[in-house]
């Protein structure tokens, strides 16, 4: 509850979402002040950069800017995005990070060297923060790095990238641990991970 200008709180939780959104939203709060129409701001430029990062992940698989434009435009033309962007939820923010991260990466199979190693270590490890899900986006990665660049896995820097984003990651990992029994909403007898859940998820 916002009174007065600062936060105050009338019951406490431990809660299942990590601290990646929360840390972002504190320092839109720090310049701006407590106000909650700073979060509606801060969810509505998340979800643009979200439209960007879509069109730059176009861009550098296809080199192509009439399908980065496509990917661009389908983005901001999803129903559940426009939804889900016209919130403070962290929805917006979980899904612009991971297109971040993504991009980082393949940026990072392109062309490695310090400055893309340590950006793509630090995309992966913060986009990883957003949600209790968001720890999937280390599989992606390394589907994208078979699918892309399959050479890149005999060379030592890829293991380099991933000792950094398993270190920045420890306090995320012991934050997942912390609410390993939550559960996330799921029905007790599917879990929390379950194929059951895939044709909802793909309406």
């Known amino acids: 509850v916002i009174a007065q200008g600062a936060f105050e709180c009338h019951a406490n939780e431990y809660n299942k979402?990590?601290?990646?959104?929360?840390?972002?939203?504190?320092?839109?709060?720090?310049?701006?002040?407590?106000?909650?129409?700073?979060?509606?701001?801060?969810?509505?430029?998340?979800?643009?950069?979200?439209?960007?990062?879509?069109?730059?992940?176009?861009?550098?698989?296809?080199?192509?800017?009439?399908?980065?434009?496509?990917?661009?435009?389908?983005?901001?033309?999803?129903?559940?995005?426009?939804?889900?962007?016209?919130?403070?939820?962290?929805?917006p923010g979980t899904a612009a990070f991971i297109g971040l991260a993504v991009g980082a990466w393949i940026l990072f199979l392109k062309d490695t060297n310090w400055p893309t190693t340590v950006f793509a270590a630090g995309a992966v490890?913060?986009?990883?923060?957003?949600?209790?899900?968001?720890?999937?986006?280390?599989?992606?990665?390394?589907?994208?790095?078979?699918f892309l660049a399959p050479r890149q896995l005999k060379?030592?820097?890829?293991?380099?990238?991933?000792?950094?984003?398993?270190?920045?990651?420890?306090?995320?990992?012991?934050?997942l641990w912390a609410v390993r029994g939550e559960g996330w909403g799921s029905s007790s007898e599917a879990g929390k991970f379950a194929a059951s859940y895939v044709p909802g998820n793909l309406k």
């Open 17 to 91: 979402e990590p601290n990646a959104f929360p840390f972002l939203l504190s320092l839109v709060f720090r310049f701006t002040g407590v106000n909650e129409a700073w979060a509606h701001v801060l969810n509505r430029m998340l979800f643009s950069l979200g439209v960007v990062f879509a069109f730059w992940i176009g861009v550098l698989l296809f080199n192509n800017y009439w399908m980065a434009a496509g990917a661009g435009l389908l983005y901001m033309l999803t129903p559940e995005n426009l939804l889900w962007g016209a919130t403070v939820a962290v929805e």
């Open 125 to 146: 490890a913060f986009a990883s923060q957003w949600r209790p899900e968001s720890v999937l986006l280390i599989p992606l990665v390394v589907a994208a790095t078979l």
């Open 155 to 175: 060379k030592r820097h890829v293991y380099s990238v991933g000792l950094i984003v398993l270190v920045l990651l420890i306090p995320h990992l012991g934050h």
